[in-house]
Structures are given as structure tokens and as C-alpha cells.
């Protein structure tokens, strides 16, 4: 499956972006999506999962009540709806996709997209 993630750009802290993730090549429903953040000089890190069905979600707990993840399989499109934004949530992000929706470190990723650059102002 191949993917593309796009919607980043620049915000003020306490602002909102939301960041989608196109599927091609696959059958878009048969695969868990991640997205995942590395800011500059850090790991990668998880941020949030969703089912293939969108029934289920996990965040990591640095954005839960803060982000939302959303999927649209009629759209093979995944969603990253980002609110309350803080400076540390500065990062590129990049969105992965598994055929399991599991625990994100018992996965080794076969596919990502190529990363859309988040920028918070303070």
C-alpha cells in the first residue's frame, strides 16, 4: 500500500490542523493505521492508531484529549485532527499502515508515507 501524507503547515499554539493520509494500491479497510512524529533530534514516536474499521483508537498520552484519529474507507483516507497545538507538538508526521491493530511496538512497519511537516509557533 502506498502512502501520502499531507496537511501540515504552520499554526499558533492553541490552534488546530488537521492532517490526512491517502491510500492507493490496497485494500485500504484490511489495514490498522498509525501515525507517528519525530521531531528534530528525537525518535520517532507513536501518536495514534485506529482499527481498520475505525472502531477502535489508542493515542499516546501526550495528545489524548487533544488529537483525534478518523478514517474514511470509502475515501482510503486517514485523518489526524489536531487541537490545542503546544510548541512540543512541532514534528514531521508520518502515517503507517499494518494488517494488525496491535500494540505499535510489536509492529515492524512495512509502509509509510513520506512525512508532512508540523510547525507550532508559541
Known amino acids: 500500500v502506498q502512502l501520502q501524507a499531507y496537511g501540515g503547515g504552520l499554526v499558533q499554539a492553541g490552534g488546530s490542523l488537521r492532517l490526512s493520509c491517502a491510500a492507493s494500491?490496497?485494500?485500504?479497510?484490511?489495514?490498522?493505521m498509525y501515525w507517528f512524529r519525530q521531531a528534530p533530534g528525537k525518535e520517532r514516536e507513536f501518536v495514534a492508531a485506529i482499527s481498520w474499521s475505525g472502531g477502535n483508537t489508542y493515542y499516546t498520552d501526550s495528545v489524548k484529549g487533544r488529537f483525534i484519529i478518523s478514517r474514511d474507507n470509502a475515501k482510503n483516507t486517514v485523518y489526524l485532527q489536531m487541537n490545542s497545538l503546544k510548541p512540543e507538538d512541532t514534528a514531521v508526521y508520518y502515517c503507517?499502515?499494518?494488517?494488525?491493530?496491535?500494540?505499535?511496538?510489536?509492529?515492524?512497519?512495512?509502509?509509510w508515507g513520506q512525512g508532512t511537516q508540523v510547525t507550532v509557533s508559541s
Open positions: 494500491g490496497r485494500t485500504f479497510s484490511n489495514y490498522a
Open positions: 503507517a499502515a499494518d494488517r494488525r491493530f496491535v500494540d505499535y511496538d510489536l509492529i515492524s512497519f512495512d509502509y
